[in-house]
């Protein structure tokens, strides 16, 4: 009797209390999206300062007069559209423009096929096969002025190794690589090929590793020829993979500086211009820093449709 006793005035139990007190869902939910942002704050402060900024400021830039005296007086009066009008009037842009496109469609035309076809070559197993893909990286790990200087000497006219070998064979020697306006943007788009091929080969071979095995014995059973299976069974099973390689390569493409600098720094008479060097004439030859402004938007514009478009095409693949 005094134990029951004892028991009843003894009050509610721990578990009771922790009944009572049920903890607080919206603060739950509060504490998560604090510590959310807690993580997201390093990467949104490290994309405003050194994205966000440059971005917004050379929008500003494109819009003012701004010149070397800037840097004295700190005066960068806005002129309105002045820019935009000078460098869409100009002809110099209007071959820029179009040798960007010849170049930047040349270079993945050339990459990405080639890069396929060793990407399918080095499927199969054979003696020396890592060997063989480990030397084809090199051109992509050297640095790209390296590349340009390189491969300046080698088209040389004169003393090119190409032009001696050439003409050790009996095939002429004399060819001005890189000093003829009709052969210049070519041997640009040749040596850019040469050096977008092993990205292509790498990512097109990883995808090729995740293509079942049982599709191509399936296909095999079924009598089907060789260029009947790459079209119906590895083309669809890599369109995913496709997609982000020529997005990627068309955005690491189009504002190429340091190659052509290396190679033919722009010429001869203005031959190899892209909007890329056309960006560093005039902001840093010129010092017309509102034209090249404006020239860099038009970059930056270009690049952010083909980002949107690649985002798309990943979210379409994902549903």
Known sequence: MSTTTAAATAGPSPVTKKAANPPNPARIRRRRRLAQWGFI???????ALFFGYPLVRNIVMSFQDYSPSTFFTGESPFNG?????NVFNDELFGKALWHT??????????????????AVFFTRRFPLNGVLRSLILLPWLVPMVVSGVVWRR???????????????IGLGGHTPWLTSTS???????????????????????GG????PKELYEAASLDGASAWRT??????????????????????STVKILDLILALTDGGPADSTQTLGTLTYQNSFVQLDFGAGAVVGNILILISAVFAVFYLRANRNEGK
């Open 41 to 47: 704050a390093p990467a949104v402060i490290f994309m």
């Open 81 to 85: 559209t002045d820019n935009w009008s």
């Open 101 to 118: 496109i010849l170049f930047t469609i040349g270079s993945l035309i050339g990459q990405f096929c080639i890069g396929l076809g060793l």
């Open 154 to 168: 080698i088209l040389d006219q004169d003393t090119g190794v190409l032009n001696s070998f050439l003409g050790t």
């Open 183 to 205: 052969m210049a943007l070519i041997s640009v788009i040749l040596v850019n090929i040469w050096i977008g091929i092993p990205f292509n080969m790498v990512i097109l071979y």
């Open 208 to 211: 090729l590793q995740e293509v």
């Open 230 to 251: 790459f079209r119906s069974i590895t083309l669809p099973m890599l369109r995913p993979v496709i997609t982000v390689v020529l997005v990627l390569g068309f955005m």
